[in-house]
């Protein structure tokens, strides 16, 4: 088995199981960052501080093992075209559900 079928699968047991990194925004977390109030998480319980960032407006982001609806739908809101890869199902699946909402 390849190491990257190993980390999907194990990803996606996590997910599965709930996950904390797994559990994508809520609509109404999202609609804050539309409306400048966000915060992305960089552990459990310290959030980024927000001059760790540059503008996002028109910036390109590639998330690598970032899937999960968390960070990058908050980039993206903010005007950054945002690319997102992981190899977890479970976590490309998050980021499609907030992206359809």
């Excluded at 609609?31 to 501080?49: C, I, S």
């Excluded at 982001?61 to 960070?71: N, R, T």
Aim: hydrophobic share 35%; aromatic share 12%; glycine share 8%.
């Amino acid at each position: 088995m390849r190491y990257q079928d190993i980390n999907a699968s194990v990803i996606d047991n996590w997910c599965k199981e709930g996950w904390e990194w797994g559990e994508p925004i809520s609509h109404e977390t999202f609609e804050m960052a539309r409306n400048g109030r966000w915060d992305v998480k960089l552990t459990p319980v310290k959030y980024v501080p927000h001059d760790w960032f540059t503008e996002f407006r028109g910036k390109k982001i590639l998330g690598l093992a970032s899937g999960g609806g968390q960070q990058m739908p908050v980039f993206s809101v903010l005007g950054a075209h945002c690319t997102v890869l992981d190899y977890s199902t479970e976590q490309c699946n998050s980021e499609k559900l907030v992206a359809e909402r």
